[in-house]
């Protein structure tokens, strides 16, 4: 079965830091592109960043710029999102996802996701 399960969510004050990880079961992610999106409450999904299939390329929301980082290590099939300097207004469900063409092709592009983690930034 072919899965994403995302996990490194939870509580965190203003400034903090949180690690996302998004493992790959079933299927091997060096061919993917893998993307992270997130959901506010209240307000539709949209995308974060993007690492393309070969890593060396990354993008990033304009609001997450400078603070969050993408990156994959397909050894471990695991892609991560570490995010720093969070604010309240990064609270959201996160996803990742996966493209199976060399580049993120967008929220309905994607082929596989995960069910996502809850982060919460509140102090």
């Known amino acids: 079965q072919l899965q994403l399960v995302e996990s490194g969510g939870g509580l965190v004050q203003p400034g903090g830091s949180l690690r996302l990880s998004c493992p790959a079961s079933?299927?091997?992610?060096?061919?993917?592109?893998i993307g992270w999106f997130r959901q506010a409450p209240g307000k539709e999904r949209g995308g974060v960043s993007c690492i393309g299939s070969s890593g060396g390329s990354t993008n990033y929301a304009d609001s997450v710029k400078g603070r969050f980082t993408i990156s994959r290590d397909n050894a471990k099939n695991t892609v991560y999102l570490q995010m720093n300097s969070l604010k309240p207004e990064d609270t959201g469900v996160y996803y990742c996802?996966?493209?199976?063409?060399?580049?993120?092709?967008?929220?309905?592009?994607?082929?596989?996701w995960g069910k996502g983690t809850l982060v919460t930034v509140s102090s």
């Open positions: 079933g299927f091997t992610l060096d061919y993917y592109a």
């Open positions: 996802a996966a493209d199976g063409s060399s580049w993120c092709r967008g929220l309905y592009g994607m082929d596989y």
